[in-house]
């Protein structure tokens, strides 16, 4: 097979641009700061707010103790959140790790060993499931719960609820840069 179209074709950037979430979510919160980026039942985010709301998780999530390289593992169906959780694991700089929300709790438990994950954010919806999976650990990750207003209301873990644990968290510096496209730490 001929690699002619491989030949003098170093990265340079009028050929080469990498692309990754974060790059997308820069790009459209330039050119659409005030378009409607996320909708889910009575609300309505812009992607000025999406970006917030990111850089508002990374930040919850390095305020946790996950270093970069770190999994943070998600329960949950697809909403907010895990959207969110595309965004913001990688600003801040950790791995993330969406598990079916189909699987049994010892599969559950495999993965989240298996991926060593650090924070494991859950849909109250799951907690039972989750709840089983955890029991299974030796290491159990720091527990966030998704309360999600247009589920059927589900059992509480007792652990904090993902808008109140985002909440109080500024963008620290490092966030910031990474959302900016300036060179990472």
């Known amino acids: ?45 812009s992607y000025t707010q999406f970006a917030d709301r990111a850089r508002r998780f990374a930040s919850a999530i390095m305020a946790a103790g996950v270093k970069p390289g770190e999994a943070v593992a998600v329960l949950s169906p697809n909403g907010p959140v895990a959207l969110e959780a595309h965004y913001a694991v990688p600003l801040a700089g950790c791995v993330l790790s969406m598990i079916n929300t ?4 010892p599969a559950i438990a495999f993965i989240l060993e298996h991926a060593e994950a650090k924070l494991l954010l859950v849909d109250r919806e799951w907690a039972p499931k989750a709840q089983a999976a955890l029991a299974l650990l030796a290491n159990p990750p720091i527990l966030v719960e998704i309360a999600d207003e247009a589920a059927p209301p589900g059992l509480t873990l007792g652990a904090p609820e993902y808008e109140d644990w985002i909440a109080p968290h ?11 496209g300036r060179r990472l730490r």
């Open 1 to 45: 097979m001929s690699r002619i179209f491989e030949t003098d074709l170093d990265r340079d950037p009028a050929n080469f641009v990498p692309l990754s979430p974060l790059s997308f979510l820069r790009r459209a919160v330039r050119i659409f700061p005030d378009k409607i980026a996320v909708t889910h039942h009575d609300r309505a985010y």
């Open 102 to 105: 189909l699987l049994d709790a």
């Open 170 to 180: 500024p963008r620290p510096p490092g966030v910031c840069q990474r959302m900016s």
